[in-house]
């Protein structure tokens, strides 16, 4: 039986450009980084949005192995970050240089908006508790 979703793999062209970007504008924890085997130049950089938080974000980058990946970096990989206090966050992200793919747009499920990462990948972003 499933119990949860350990982590969600964003695969990157530079890990280091990465991880600043989701630990210093995002403030995203970062709760691992190691080599992803020994010998590896490639890491395993797994990062948190809170304490405590079950599952992870897993900044991987593309090497020979995961070449058949490449055509998912810069596009949307369908990743939503539930939020609080949409608007403000949104000017936050903005003031800290984060490209904002889509301004808050109110449905009658939530307020959402998309940002951009560091390698160009779409994050979702979902406030449920702002709706139309």
């Known amino acids: 039986m499933f119990t949860?979703?350990?982590?969600?793999?964003?695969?990157?062209?530079?890990q280091d450009r990465?991880?600043?970007f989701y630990t210093d504008k995002l403030?995203?924890?970062?709760?691992?980084?190691q080599p992803l085997f020994p010998g590896s130049s490639n890491r395993w950089i797994s990062l948190s949005v809170a304490e405590g938080a079950q599952t992870n974000l897993v900044l991987l980058a593309?090497?020979?192995m995961s070449q058949h990946y490449a055509s998912t970096l810069g596009r949307s990989q369908s990743i939503t970050l539930a939020v609080h206090d949409i608007h403000a966050l949104i000017e936050t992200l903005?003031?800290?240089g984060v490209t904002i793919q889509r301004e808050p747009d109110m449905q009658p499920w939530g307020t959402m908006a998309m940002i951009e990462?560091?390698?160009g990948n779409g994050l979702v972003l979902v406030d449920s508790s702002v709706h139309a």
């Open 27 to 33: 403030g995203f924890t970062l709760v691992d980084d």
């Open 117 to 119: 990462d560091s390698e």
């Open 4 to 14: 949860k979703i350990g982590s969600v793999t964003v695969y990157v062209k530079d």
């Open 94 to 96: 903005r003031a800290r």
């Open 62 to 64: 593309l090497d020979d």
């Open 18 to 20: 990465a991880k600043a």
